[in-house]
Each structure stands twice: as structure tokens, then as C-alpha cells.
């Protein structure tokens, strides 16, 4: 059984995020919360010996969490530079979701973009998600309200240090709801 501690710590050294696009909504995810909410989902539903798709994998975080504490992932990637970092952890499928074939699996991990730059943005991996798995996790905006009935199983705060050329402070902060959906 791997420790939150030792899970955070493993998640803070990865690569961190190139975050080339704010259109793509590229924020890091810290390895505290990562690790934190990982705990979480393999509390609810078991991550070891399940496969899980990561959307939206970014440099990967979420997923190798979820393969420390045993799950088979594969990362789903658009941007070619987070991509690659995905690649040195396992299985990538490099594409856009919501426009590429995704396989099905036991459990979706995502932190999608939000639809800030671009309303809707996080249609897609909703959609997407829920045809692909039947246990749905989804980090999303504390101030979200259209997402499907779901559980809440975290409440915290995304820390966010000025990235792109809006950013008027040096480190933002948003409250975060992580999901849990069924079907």
C-alpha cells in the first residue's frame, strides 16, 4: 500500500506541464492534490488491476498515480509536447478527444479544461467519458453547474502560478470539485 505522502511526492517529480496553450486551458496539477484525489478514487472504487484512460492526460500526473497504485492506463493527449512526456509512462493515444476512437475501460480520470477560454470546452471529454467508462472521475470548477448527477468526493483548491500573458498575479487560486459519476 503506497502512502499519500510517497504517492505526492512521486507525482511532484514527474515533468512538470509544458503548458503551451492557454486555448487548451494547460494548467499543472500539483502532486498534493493529485495524490489526494487519487486516494480518493482508488478509496471509492479499487484502481488496482483496472484500466484506466487519463483525458486530457497533460504531462501525465493523474495517470502515473493511478499506475503507482496498480491500474493499467493509457493516456489520451493532444498536445504533442505533453504527449511525449506520456509516452515515457505508458500506452498514449495522441488526439483530440471528442474527435479520436477511444477504447473502453474500467474507470476515466480527467481534469478537462473548463470552458473558460472557450465555452464548452469540457463537453467533449464528458461526453467521451461516459462512453467510455462506466465510473467516471472528474475534476472540474467548484462553480460548474452543468455537469451530469454525480458525488462530490473532494472539495479543495487549484493552484494555478501565473503561465500565459493574462495572468495579472503570481499564483491564482480556484476552488475545484472532484466527481464521481455512475452509469
Known sequence: MLKLRH???????????????VELEQYQTEGNLA?????????????DGKTVLDLGA???????GAQLLGADVTFVECDKDA?????????????????????SADIVIC??????QTHGADRAFIDAALQCAPIVHMMHSAAATHL???????????????????????????AIKCWRFTQ
Open 7 to 21: 504517492l505526492a511526492i512521486a507525482l511532484s517529480k514527474l515533468t512538470p506541464h509544458p503548458c503551451n496553450s
Open 83 to 103: 504527449a511525449e512526456l506520456c509516452q515515457k509512462l505508458g500506452n498514449t493515444i495522441v488526439g483530440r478527444v471528442g474527435e479520436i476512437e477511444l477504447p
Open 111 to 116: 481534469n478537462p479544461p473548463w470552458g473558460v
Open 58 to 64: 497533460g504531462n501525465g500526473i493523474l495517470g502515473h
Open 35 to 47: 495524490a489526494l484525489w487519487l486516494s480518493q478514487i482508488d478509496g471509492f472504487d479499487g484502481l
Open 148 to 174: 451530469p448527477e454525480g458525488e462530490i468526493i473532494l472539495e479543495g483548491e487549484f493552484r494555478m502560478p501565473a503561465t500565459y500573458q493574462h495572468h495579472s498575479s503570481k499564483m491564482g487560486v480556484t
